[in-house]
């Protein structure tokens, strides 16, 4: 059954890129079906149908939904291209491309998010990278080939990076994860581990845009058409997460490979979460805006991973922190993002400046998107809240067994890290609250007085999207569940 999480979103894009399909009712229909089927693998009712496996040209293409992680990623995957096919509208004469570009990125990022094999994994996020960067070039916004052309080469920069680490790390212990898993367990040797930890945090961190090289990520958001905003930022950008604690975890004791990089990435982090914060606090637009703190929430994530690294693999917090974060931030950026267009073409611009009093001409909008801001910045009792507040326990989880040493009054790198990251709850409240402000309250602007209202359907995605905020920041255990 997996497959057809794969092949239902490609067929779709075959019956509207080839057979003229219409194109909106038809990526309806696909989401649909494997939002269901995705739901009816995950809860167990098929329980005896939760692996695929074939022989493609010589590689394995084994889907496996036995992680928690991968049913979690899964769940992400499908609410997300569910959201962005019923809530976005396409202009006349793009609407094949429109929908096909989420359709895609859906089927990549799911097949990556269910791949026991690496190579596969790997395979099925460049298949995903490809309508991201198309839909830039054509459709986006501002100097989209200038903007298109950066991303191009940075992520296929680090995808090249990337390949070579899974390449030396599989030719040693295996090119799956559960044979990686095995071969650990049997005691075999791995040699040259520093560097290929080294290139997968590379790798894995480019794609995810940890700073420094992060510069890509927020022009390409901007820029981007909505759908690609939403499903690249929502959902793909979380491959290379799920890579580096997939691996942590099938490596074991191995995972000591990434602790000689641990100091240099708790830099890094902080520089998402503390300079990146930063420069989101001073945008002008609200695509910049969104953009920019896509890019510094990934630090926390990081943070987990730095954490688990420290504890040499036994950091249950940091596990489950970073995989509530990730579903958490998907989905409240997605909605975001889905405003982001929605003010757009209401009001034709994006600059907070020019926007003012749009509450009055659109208070559904208003409500929800204050949710998902407050969502955003860690708002208890919406989703992003759990996931934070166990990455901060993480980091002074059991901190006493790290084998990092200890420095500035006893603490280690990590604890000091984990404080100065605290201060990022306090830039994500400023720039969130001030935008909203600034958008939404004071008196009405022109441009917002152009504002006629939602339609049925962005109502209908904007409160689903709403609705699994509410849902996991209120019951973060129907996620957690999957770890037992």
């Known amino acids: 059954m997996l497959i057809w999480l794969i092949l239902i979103p490609m067929l779709a894009a075959a019956l509207i890129g080839l057979a003229k399909a219409p194109a909106r009712p038809t990526a309806i229909l696909s989401a649909v079906l494997t939002l269901g089927l995705g739901i009816w693998a995950v809860s167990g009712f098929d329980a005896a149908d939760t692996s695929f496996w074939t022989q493609i040209g010589g590689v394995s293409l084994q889907l496996t939904l036995a992680p928690a992680l991968a049913k979690i990623m899964l769940i992400l995957t499908l609410l997300v291209t569910f959201a962005t096919v019923l809530g976005t509208k396409a202009p006349e004469g793009s609407k094949a491309s429109w929908y096909n570009s989420a359709l895609l990125i859906s089927a990549g990022a799911t097949g990556a998010f269910l791949s026991d094999n690496i190579i596969a994994f790997f395979s099925f996020h460049e298949l995903a990278l490809i309508p991201t960067f198309v839909m830039i070039g054509f459709f986006g916004r501002g100097d989209r080939r200038t903007i298109a052309w950066k991303a191009t080469l940075y992520l296929g920069a680090a995808s090249m990076v990337l390949l ?47 700073f420094p090289f992060h510069s890509w990520a927020a022009p390409a958001y901007a820029s981007a058409p909505t759908p690609v905003a939403m499903m690249h930022a929502g959902v793909l950008k979380k491959f290379g997460l799920y890579g580096l604690f997939m691996f942590a975890s099938v490596l074991g004791n191995k995972i000591d490979i990434f602790a000689g ?6 830099i890094c982090l902080l520089g998402n979460i503390i300079w990146v914060g930063y420069v989101t606090v001073n945008q002008k637009r609200l695509d910049y805006l969104l953009g920019n703190s896509s890019v510094m929430h990934m630090g926390y994530i990081f943070l987990a991973f730095a954490a688990l690294v420290a504890a040499n693999g036994h950091n249950e917090w940091a596990v489950k922190g970073a995989a509530l974060l990730m579903l958490a931030h ?33 208070p559904v909008m208003a409500f929800l998107f204050g949710l998902a801001g407050m969502a955003s910045i860690g708002l208890p009792g919406l989703a992003n809240f759990p996931g934070e507040l166990c990455i901060f326990f993480s980091g002074f989880a059991d901190w006493s067994a790290s084998d990092i040493t200890k420095c500035c009054l006893g603490l280690g790198p990590v604890q000091i890290a984990t404080i100065v990251a605290l201060w990022g709850l306090v830039i994500s409240a400023i720039y969130m609250l001030r935008a909203y402000r600034n958008i939404f309250q004071g008196d009405l602007s022109r441009a917002s007085d152009r504002a006629a209202g939602l339609t049925a359907s962005d109502r209908a995605a904007a409160i689903f999207l709403a609705a699994m905020l509410v849902l996991f920041g209120m019951y973060p255990a129907s996620i957690l569940g999957f770890f037992a």
């Open 164 to 210: 070579v680490g899974l390449i030396l790390l599989g030719s040693q212990l295996g090119y799956t994860f559960s044979g990686i898993a095995a071969s650990v367990a049997a005691g075999a040797p791995l040699e040259y581990g520093h560097a290929i930890a080294g290139l997968l945090l590379v790798g894995f961190g480019t794609l995810v845009s940890l």
């Open 261 to 266: 990089w641990n100091n240099l990435l708790l």
């Open 330 to 362: 998907g989905i409240s950026i997605a909605l975001l993002f889905l405003f982001c267009g929605q003010i757009e073409s209401q009001t034709r611009t994006l600059e907070i400046g020019a926007l003012g009093g749009l509450g009055g001409k659109l």
